[in-house]
């Protein structure tokens, strides 16, 4: 597929998952679903399978009919709260570098998760956070629906075509394109179906998201002179 990406002059912009795409946050979430699982004597693999493709309610739904499902949600909210107060976390290499380097209001998060884990993710492992942080709480519809990232393309103002999203998984890569936007995959060993260009780890893909985000309007990197 092109890589040629948004409209001749225009600005453009980039938007980011983050479990997977910029913290490694894989051994996290195994523990957690593990520690669940075991508080309703589930076997752990089977659920933590079925976790890796669903979302946490529909999860319940399949490992566990006949538990309430809000308790169940309460009880694997406590566990990822306490997991960010107390679990190790890393920044994939190169995400530093990249976040820091963009300029406020040329970026955003699109997740999964919720604000504020998030942000306690972020402060643990030294990243800043941007001005717009699209998670579970601010969409009807999670990903693999458009919605996620056509909320955070109408909140920056962006135009669709105009900006990249940056994914590591099927459902977000999904999400990316069919909201009409340049989807590039990280941090797997194959191109995930359907993107545009594919990098085997996120270090691999800064300089090319850089440039994107240049475009013909360089000044959206910090320090950098304005090239017309």
């Known amino acids: ?38 508080r309703y004597g589930l076997d752990p693999d089977e659920v933590y399978r079925v976790a890796l493709r669903t979302r946490p309610m529909e999860t319940f739904a399949q490992v566990a009919p006949d538990l309430d499902p809000r308790e169940c949600l309460a ?61 579970a709480a601010a969409v009807a519809e999670g990903k693999p629906s458009p919605v996620p990232y056509q909320q955070a393309a109408a909140r920056l103002g962006a135009q669709p075509e105009d900006c990249l999203v940056i994914e590591d998984a099927p459902s977000g890569v999904q999400s990316g394109l069919r909201a009409g936007m340049t989807v590039w995959s990280v941090n797997t060993p194959a191109a995930v179906d359907g993107v ?33």
């Open 1 to 38: 597929m092109s890589s040629e990406l948004g409209r001749p002059g225009a600005m453009r912009y980039v938007l980011f998952d983050v479990d997977g795409t910029l913290i490694d946050a894989v051994d996290n979430q195994r523990l957690v679903w593990r520690t669940w699982a075991g």
């Open 75 to 135: 009880a694997l909210h406590e566990l990822e709260d306490e997991d960010v107060r107390s679990g190790i976390y890393t920044a994939f290499d190169g995400a530093p570098e990249l976040l820091n380097a963009l300029q406020p209001g040329s970026w955003a998060l699109v997740t999964s998760n919720y604000e504020h884990r998030v942000r306690g993710r972020f402060a643990r492992t030294g990243l800043p956070v941007p001005d717009l942080v699209v998670d």
């Open 196 to 228: 545009h260009r594919h990098f085997g780890s996120l270090r691999e893909a800064v300089g090319e998201i850089l440039a994107f985000v240049s475009g013909p309007h360089s000044h959206r990197l910090k320090g950098s002179a304005t090239v017309e």
